[in-house]
């Protein structure tokens, strides 16, 4: 899998919005974007995926650039639970495992 | 609607004995991912099976680590004569058609075992 850039952490405020980047320059055409988050002490969420247009869904939103060289992970109102570690990750030609990197600890001042 | 289902969630063993652990995964998911997290680390996938089957294997220790996904029941890993370095959270997948690459992984809430 092509590899992705995340920030280590980022702060926000709870009910603000929050914009998590990803940065993948080297994303193939056939890449699909996905993005999971980990809560303490429980196993990986699924949040949302996409190819190339950007996505929407219950938890977030997922905004795709043209290029499809970066990302954008969109909480729109950002609540305590949201606290956790997110990961972008790149999944190509096939149905391997997933390829975890640091992902970015989202904080969430109350 | 039950999710992926791990068991044990706590599981304590002394060095040199077996660990079984085992995953149901969701209800018509018939792939199932194995995935180890040592503290203070990342994910790292281990092995993807089908029923009955093992598609990859490369994220496996080449000794003492082996996973099953048979026909009925569970999946299972097995890991033999446990060492301190295997404490860790195992965590299992499943997905409903892994065949493209565009299919979610839904994940239990994982074992953690300490090893004594």
């Known amino acids: 899998d092509a590899k992705t850039t995340q920030p280590n952490s980022m702060e926000s405020n709870e009910e603000e919005p929050v914009h998590l980047p990803c940065n993948h320059s080297t994303i193939s055409g056939t890449d699909y974007i996905h993005w999971y988050r980990q809560l303490p002490s429980q196993g990986p969420e699924y949040v949302i995926h996409?190819?190339?247009s950007n996505v929407n869904n219950r938890m977030a939103s997922l905004a795709i650039a043209e290029d499809r060289k970066s990302s954008t992970l969109i909480l729109h109102r950002a609540t305590l639970r949201d606290a956790a570690v997110y990961y972008c990750i790149l999944r190509g030609g096939g149905a391997d495992g997933l390829t975890f990197g640091k992902g970015t600890h989202l904080i969430i001042q109350p | 609607n039950a999710g992926v289902m791990q068991n044990p969630r706590h599981l304590v063993r002394r060095r040199g004995q077996e660990a079984r652990l085992r995953c149901s995964p969701m209800?018509?998911?018939?792939?199932v991912y194995w995935y180890r997290q040592l503290p203070e680390e990342g994910l790292k996938f281990m092995v993807y099976l089908q029923k009955e089957n093992i598609i990859d294997e490369s994220g496996m220790p080449k000794e003492r680590f082996s996973a099953e996904f048979p026909k009925e029941g569970p999946s299972i890993l097995r890991i033999q004569q446990v060492v301190r370095g295997d404490s860790a959270a195992y965590f299992c997948?499943?997905?409903?058609?892994?065949?493209?690459?565009?299919?979610?992984?839904?994940f239990g809430d994982g074992t953690r075992l300490s090893i004594l």
């Open positions: 997948a499943s997905s409903r058609n892994s065949l493209y690459s565009n299919q979610p992984q839904h």
């Open positions: 209800k018509g998911h018939s792939h």
């Open positions: 996409g190819l190339t």
